[in-house]
């Protein structure tokens, strides 16, 4: 069988930052320490840091005053923030620079007096952390909207007075036709002038689009709570292509293979790479592989620096 590797694929620069940055404050502080929410969407990643001495909580009410609380690469509401304070926690923030980017632009949004539409997924905590970065106390509002149908109903208090962002995992096909419509019905509506969805995010999209026109078959290695991870699983069911998410090689299922010739393998922005070589390891005690493309991930030459305190 046919093996091609997506590159890029797995890890991105903010998932990256974020699990040095758990590492490097149990090191410096010991355990346990505490992260709001899974510090990546990886469940092989959280068993890894668990088993350092993270300890992954949903609420900042569960953490122990004065201890040491990560904010995951999500991102977090000011709530959130305010609640770390009032607690008395040391805080080590982990949120990706380009969400963080987000989080701006929506304070930005909110001090000019406009209102906002965030195009993203209900309940997902980064899209929670962006919505809880604008402040309603002076009158305006955010708004939130997950697809085509909403961005043609949605209605507003100020249709002249109006902004929008985005989620940084989505799919950027999607994504674009839900701004297109925005634009129509909301002509003066202010955008970023870049695209808010993530270098890594775009890249990796782009990749299993050319692998749809290779494979008869695409394997996703992410976890099942990964927005990017699902978004690569259906652009490569969307090109027609079969396409599995898996978490690890275990959840292989060998009738998947039954008459295919060229298997296609990625992995979402928060998998570790280890993750891959296991997997590929797996097909070699089923299959004859003919591997058409190296193992090493392109660089997309993007670094994102450490919190001044654990630098060095």
């Not at 990017?228 to 060998?254: F, M, P, Q």
Request: charged residues 25%; contains cysteine.
């Amino acid at each position: 069988m046919k093996v091609i590797l997506a590159n890029p694929r797995g890890f991105c620069a903010g998932v990256g930052r974020a699990i040095e940055i758990v590492n490097k404050v149990i090191e410096q502080n010991g355990p346990p320490v505490y992260v709001k929410h899974e510090v990546v969407h990886n469940q092989t990643v959280v068993d890894e840091l668990r088993e350092k001495g993270a300890i992954f909580v949903e609420e900042i009410s569960e953490i122990p005053s004065g201890s040491t609380v990560i904010y995951s690469a999500h991102g977090v509401s000011k709530e959130v923030q305010n609640h770390s304070g009032t607690k008395g926690l040391d805080v080590f923030d982990a949120t990706c620079p380009l969400v963080s980017k987000v989080h701006s632009e929506v304070e930005q949004h909110s001090r000019a007096g406009r209102e906002c539409i965030l195009i993203g997924h209900k309940n997902h905590p980064e899209v929670e952390g962006t919505m809880g970065q604008y402040d309603t106390s002076n009158g305006g509002k955010i708004y939130l909207v997950q697809s085509q149908k909403e961005a043609k109903e949605i209605l507003v208090k100020d249709p002249h007075n109006l902004s929008f962002v985005t989620q940084t995992t989505l799919s950027v096909d999607d994504t674009q036709e839900i701004i297109e419509i925005l634009k129509q019905r909301f002509p003066s509506i202010l955008g970023p002038r870049k695209d808010d969805i993530c270098y890594a995010t775009q890249n990796r999209q782009d990749a299993v689009k050319q692998l749809a026109l290779e494979c008869d078959l695409i394997l996703v290695i992410g976890s099942k709570n990964s927005s990017n991870s699902n978004r690569l699983r259906e652009i490569a069911e969307r090109s027609g292509v079969e396409s599995y998410l898996i978490d690890t090689a275990a959840d292989l299922n060998l009738k998947w293979f039954k008459e295919k010739k060229v298997l296609g393998i990625t992995s979402g922005a928060s998998a570790p790479e280890h993750l891959v070589r296991d997997l590929l390891e797996s097909l070699t005690q089923n299959f004859d592989i003919d591997l058409k493309k190296g193992e090493d991930r392109q660089d997309e030459g993007i670094f994102f620096k450490l919190p001044k305190e654990l630098r060095g």
